[in-house]
């Protein structure tokens, strides 16, 4: 059998294929002929059939056939056979194959060879892929290399041990007292390895972390020479003295002084030292500065000092190497919420960075703007930040959408302005809005009420323009619906209201069930907001048309809707006003991250959230439960409201007509069951009869002294809940005068039947002594027949160690509070 | 840590692949195409990092790569490690191969990919920086080579062999005969 040919041959004649298949072609002939060749266990030839398998990995090809000839390579006596049968190894097998166990024996021998060369394949193998058991088998071999005095080994061994501890952390005692004198080498190469095995060391156990602070003046020491002693051709990188040590040093320092104030303390003047003397014309220097002025920003530095880091950080982003600018970029975004007025002085030169070409850049300039927008520089950053979503690419355009929307809740300086900016997102990026940005929404729009006609003027416009960004139009169409009569009516202040008239409205609504660019969910916006307008709108004829056609759709959401608001024009067209009412102001029930918003009675929003207030709103009698979702809580007790039953009864078809309805747009059941005779017509008034605006009445009730008595004083200050007058918020505000403290400060209180009483919990039960603080609580009463306002409280109380027990009646409350 | 360094060419083939991290072999090949996807899609005058690259896993790793005549240079890094700091260390590798190979160029990688992957093994090992002093390096690579080389290397037969054959003394042989052209004449057959 003719000797098979050299690696050299192989590669030559793979490269002559013109095509994938014959490159196959020749790779398949050649596997076959390796095969056979490693099955006449030829020892001559292995290593350069090895070889060429590794070729042909790197290519694409399967290679499994050689793992167990590495193994036999590795047990060769040659050097070349280990070395080719090592890199073998490293490249086919893993912890995977059983095959790699059988490595371990011929490991341990070459850990103990004669040749360096031959125990540093050894450590290198075992470094990148030994397994836990081959770890735990060979720690001891790696740890007796750690303390040889040859460097070569010595930095392997190191970075072997890194490995080990990875895979076992258990055996990281093992390691400690061979890292005693690993920091006193001379050798870079061990010196950077030994501070890489410290590093990991620390960061993987609190306890050697607070050992290794010790070696923090050593660290500076040497960092200190490095850069104090000038040129030295042998670790020199572009006039930088070993820069790769410096930066390691630097971020092992990062780690010990992290909360330590003694480490920090140390390490000060050598970073300041480093960050003014570095040369920043190279990236080498840029290099050292980075990992300097993140080890400043992380330890507890004097101010000085930081201030020092931000300003460097600042000169980076003014560099013009890319490369410069996005490092500091990611630092700033770092920094920003520890230090964010020093970062605010850069702001311009960031949002510069927005208009750069470079997509890596772009993305961190975004994040970072979001980052230091606050409620000074708002106008201006938004309107930045909206250029930046006009004309950036459609993979940060649902990221910035969303950050602009988050940013405008926070500080949106006006209401108008947060409409505008809102209807600015959705007609540039509609079609990138996150899917609960639509409640998100159109729960704003509600509750800025003096903003409705301005809004849905606006968003009728925008529909006219376009009507392919669905949530803009989900939004928009909700809207008309809502809000149509003062679209028609012609009452904008805000702005110049524009002529439409109703059959124009009705025209745009049906253009969207018809148009092909909806949705489903677009098309059940419409429809629900086509049947709203049916009692805001005059020509009720057309809107019946509608919706009976729809009554046959084939889309099973819109034939139920479409059959139920049917059913409602035929045989409910006496509660059909008060289904259709206005929403009244939602509440949110958190005021940061997702909320989930507590909605009224019948739902718009199509969000799962809502199917769960529905079940207990299917009680007969129960339309006061709507008021229990209103109060917020759910441990409120079923109010027992003296309710005539003709209501009662047409609440309950009324409320099974909801139960049915479970993601619709559905209609809104009367929420003002204290006037339940009361008539469609004040329903119906829209705006003004709707007890929504009293958010605003906040002030006009005067606080009062409900208890005066053995130095304990208790005051009551009011506050209207929004959108319930029918609920007080009554906050006790607990004073003492005498000279000790009362502790175990308990304040319970009770109302006669006709009322429903919450407490919430206390902020303390110790009322200092002498007026030095007040303890609290809140009270919410519902009051839904507007009675006069009793209540009788009871204190227990203990001073200078005796209990104390009062009781006491209320009864001066202000008219104010419960009417 | 370093997970993976992968060095291609400007159409893609692969010229060196390492990686420190278990990937299946169609797993690797994935990796090297949509790296090349990304990498290749980069203006020369943007900067060396990007994100991105869902397969080789994580949210937390970086692709920081160079650019050298028809070779891409990548090194896919997590956090821990200084992204100028890699930078410098492809600067420092790259010189290294061409002490190593006396000006470097693709050929000398495609050919010999071995000698690259005992390189690279003394500057990374086990995803760490091993060392960074060049000169250590190429020291140390030539004293293995040397070793290499006294056991006959990795594509000559056993050493002995050849250099027997090449000392054997052959008596001189004719190398070649010149025959000269031979005009065969056909002899006029008398006509019976």
């Known amino acids: 059998m003719p ?4 690696l050299r041959e192989l590669i030559r004649t793979i490269r002559t294929a013109r095509t994938q298949a014959e490159e196959r072609e020749m790779i398949q002939k ?22 060429k398998l590794l070729y042909m990995h790197m290519l694409g090809y399967p290679a499994h056939f050689g793992q167990l000839e590495c193994l036999k390579l590795i047990a060769s006596q040659k050097f070349t056979d280990k070395r080719i049968g090592y890199l073998g190894a490293m490249l086919l097998l893993d912890e995977r194959q059983d095959v790699h166990l059988l490595m371990t024996n011929c490991i341990k021998n070459d850990l103990n060879h004669s040749t360096q060369y031959v125990q540093g394949l050894a450590l290198c193998t075992l470094g990148c892929m030994g397994s836990s058991e081959m770890c735990r088998d060979l720690a001891g071999e790696v740890e007796k290399l750690l303390k040889t005095s040859n460097s070569y080994l010595r930095k392997k061994a190191a970075l072997c041990a890194v490995h080990v501890i990875r895979k076992v952390p258990e055996l990281m005692e093992m390691f400690l007292p061979a ?64 820069p790769f040590l410096q930066v390691r040093i630097l971020r092992l320092l990062r780690i010990l002084g992290k909360g330590d104030d003694d480490s920090s303390e140390a390490m000060n003047d050598i970073l300041a030292q480093v960050a003014t003397n570095t040369e920043t014309s190279k990236n080498v220097g840029n290099a050292i500065l980075y990992e300097t002025v993140l080890t400043i920003m992380d330890i507890k530095s004097e101010s000085g000092l930081r201030v020092l880091a931000i300003n460097i950080l600042g000169r980076f982003l003014l560099n013009n190497d890319k490369n410069i600018r996005y490092v500091a970029l990611t630092s700033l975004l770092k920094t920003v ?131 392919s960004q669905q949530p803009l139009v989900q939004v928009a169409s909700w809207c008309i619906g809502e809000y149509g009569d003062l679209l028609v009516s012609g009452q904008c202040e805000e702005e110049e209201p524009i002529q439409v008239t109703e059959d124009e409205v009705l025209d745009v609504l049906e253009g969207l069930l018809v148009s092909n660019l909806s949705t489903p969910v677009t098309r059940g916006y419409s429809l629900t907001a086509i049947m709203k307008l049916s009692t805001r709108f005059s020509s009720v004829n057309r809107i019946k048309k509608v919706v009976s056609i729809y009554g046959s759709s084939i889309d099973v959401e819109l034939q139920q809707r479409a059959v139920e608001y049917n059913a409602l024009f035929k045989k409910y067209d006496h509660m059909r006003p008060a289904l259709l009412e206005r929403m009244p102001i939602m509440e949110k029930t958190a005021t940061n ?45 079923v109010i027992q409201t003296t309710m005539p039953t003709k209501p009662a009864s047409a609440g309950g078809e009324l409320l099974d007509l909801l139960g049915d309805l479970s993601l619709s747009g559905g209609p809104t059941p009367a929420p003002a069951p204290s006037v339940p005779s009361s008539q469609p017509s004040f329903l119906l008034d829209g705006l003004s009869s709707q007890p929504l605006f009293n958010d605003i009445a906040t002030a006009a009730i005067p606080p009062m002294t409900a208890y005066n008595k053995n130095g304990l004083k208790i005051d009551f200050t009011f506050e209207r809940a929004n959108p319930n007058p029918n609920v007080a918020v009554i906050t006790i505000h607990a004073s003492n005068s005498a000279d000790a403290d009362m502790t175990e400060f308990v304040f319970q209180a009770a109302v006669p039947k006709t009322f429903q009483l919450q407490l919430l919990s206390p902020s303390s039960n110790v009322v200092p002594a002498l007026n030095q603080g007040t303890v609290t609580q809140v009270i919410r009463v519902l009051n839904p027949q507007k009675q006069q306002l009793r209540m009788r409280i009871k204190l227990t109380y203990t001073l200078k160690g005796s209990p104390v027990q009062d009781l006491a009646e209320v009864n001066n409350f202000p008219p104010q509070s419960w009417q | 840590m370093i997970k993976s360094i992968l060095i291609f060419n400007n159409h893609g083939k692969p010229r060196l692949i390492r990686f420190y991290q278990y990937f299946a072999e169609d797993m690797q090949q994935q990796i090297i195409r949509e790296t090349f996807h990304l990498v290749s899609k980069r203006d020369d005058n943007v900067c060396n990092f990007l994100e991105g690259g869902s397969l080789i896993g994580g949210s937390d790793h970086k692709l920081i790569y160079r650019h050298y005549a028809t070779l891409y240079f990548v090194f896919c890094v997590d956090s ?113």
């Open chain 1, 3 to 6: 000797a098979p040919i050299r």
């Open chain 1, 30 to 51: 050649e596997c076959a002929a390796i095969r056979s060749s490693f099955r006449e266990e030829d020892n001559t030839y292995r290593c350069r059939n090895v070889a």
């Open chain 1, 179 to 242: 890292t005693k004198n690993l920091l006193s080498e001379k050798n870079h190469g061990v010196l950077h390895t030994s501070v890489v095995l410290l590093t990991e060391m620390c960061e993987r156990s609190p306890d050697m972390l607070s050992h290794f602070r010790k070696l923090v003046p050593q660290l500076v020491r040497i960092l200190k020479n490095l850069i104090m002693s000038g040129y030295s051709p042998e670790h020199d990188v572009s006039g930088i003295s070993d």
């Open chain 1, 337 to 467: 919420q520890t230090d964010h007025n020093a970062v605010q002085r850069h702001r311009s030169t960031i949002v510069d960075c927005l208009k750069d070409l470079d997509v890596s850049i772009k993305r961190r300039a975004m994040e970072l703007s979001f980052a230091l927008v606050n409620g000074n520089n708002i106008r201006g950053m938004m309107k930045e930040l909206l250029y930046f979503l006009d004309s950036c690419d459609p993979e940060f355009k649902a990221d910035c959408a969303s950050g602009v929307f988050l940013a405008a809740e926070k500080y949106a300086p006006s209401k108008r302005w947060h409409i505008d900016t809102i209807m600015r997102v959705l007609t540039t990026a509609g079609s990138y809005v996150r899917d609960d940005s639509v409640p998100n929404l159109i729960q704003l729009i509600t509750n800025s009420v003096e903003m409705h006609a301005y809004t849905v003027q606006r968003l009728y416009k925008a529909l006219l323009d376009d009507i």
């Open chain 1, 593 to 637: 991250g997702p909320t989930e918003i507590v909605q009224t009675n019948g739902e718009t929003e199509p969000s799962v959230v809502e199917t769960k207030h529905l079940p207990p709103v299917t009680q007969p009698a129960n339309q006061a439960n709507d008021l229990l979702d209103l109060l917020g809580g759910n441990d409120v007790p």
């Open chain 2, 80 to 192: 821990s490690e200084s992204e100028l700091g890699i930078l410098d260390l492809i600067q420092v590798f790259v010189e290294t191969l061409d002490k190593c190979f006396e000006n470097v160029c693709e050929l000398d990688l495609i050919f010999h990919m071995d000698k690259v992957h005992y390189i690279l093994q003394e500057v990374v090992m086990g995803g760490m920086v091993l060392e960074t002093n060049m000169n250590d390096i190429v020291a140390q690579v030539e004293l293995q080579t040397r070793m290499e080389k006294s056991e006959g290397g990795l594509s000559a037969a056993p050493a002995r062999a050849v250099s027997a054959v090449k000392n054997m003394n052959l008596p001189e042989m004719p190398r070649n005969i010149n025959i000269g052209d031979i005009n065969i004449k056909v002899p006029s057959l008398s006509p019976f």
